[in-house]
């Protein structure tokens, strides 16, 4: 897999045009992630949209509810034929575990390849002294990150969503076979936003990520196309 097809953007739209729109101005991106805005704007019809360009999908629905409403929707979820698919750790040991076991059946009753099913550690807007002042958790965010990436592999997870500046720790804990997808990623010309914790794409990579998820310093820029190929010739030149 080369630095290009890590790359996921999201597509952090509002409706179906304006997502359509964004696919066909950047028709070398390989991997597009839907989230709940525009998932929640136009059902599983953009998704479909994406399988017919070829394009591999990161359905980030973050899922998070009690585990007979878990993995109902991760079972229906999986029947899209999605590559990717997000629940909160928080959910718990059972909930994670219905969810993983969810995935399978949905994805065999509609004769399609299961999504890799990830974990949400901790948000990457958030900071430690978030967690600790008003989330009230009495670990470290380290510490904490690792912890949910844990429990998250121990009920048959197949990776999990970090920030870039855990990934080396995660990586030395769950293992090479442990996917870790990272936003939160900003090359040094684009601006940090919301992120509280971030590092650029080549550390990220180098740190260990599987994945970056790379979205305003693409589809914020003057132009999207050329901050795209920025990033991807930054990447191939450290790799």
Not at 104 to 130: C, E, N, Y
Request: glycine share 6%; proline share 5%.
């Amino acid at each position: 897999m080369n630095a290009q097809e890590q790359i996921i953007l999201p597509l952090d739209v509002a409706d179906e045009q304006a997502a359509i729109a964004l696919i066909e101005q950047l028709e070398s991106v390989t991997f597009f992630k839907v989230g709940l805005e525009l998932f929640t704007s136009t059902g599983p019809k953009i998704l479909e949209v994406l399988k017919s360009r070829q394009k591999r999908i990161f359905l980030d629905l973050k899922f998070h509810d009690i585990p007979n409403t878990v993995a109902g929707a991760c079972r229906a979820a999986a029947r899209y034929g999605v590559d990717l698919l997000t629940l909160h750790a928080t959910c718990g040991k059972e909930a994670l575990k219905a969810a993983a076991e969810a995935v399978q059946a949905g994805a065999a009753d509609a004769g399609v390849k299961p999504p890799k099913l990830i974990a949400i550690t901790l948000l990457t807007s958030l900071s430690s002294r978030q967690l600790a002042f008003e989330l009230k958790i009495p670990l470290e965010l380290p510490e904490y990150t690792l912890e949910m990436a844990l429990m998250a592999q121990e009920m048959g997870l197949d990776g999990a969503v970090c920030s870039p500046v855990e990934v080396a720790q995660l990586r030395q804990s769950c293992g090479d076979d442990f996917l870790l997808v990272c936003p939160g990623v900003r090359p040094t010309w684009a601006q940090k936003g919301d992120q509280a914790r971030s590092l650029t794409p080549a550390q990220a990579l180098a740190a260990g990520a599987n994945y970056l998820v790379i979205g305003r310093p693409i589809t914020a820029a003057a132009d999207p196309e050329l901050a795209w190929k920025r990033i991807c010739e930054e990447l191939v030149a450290v790799t």
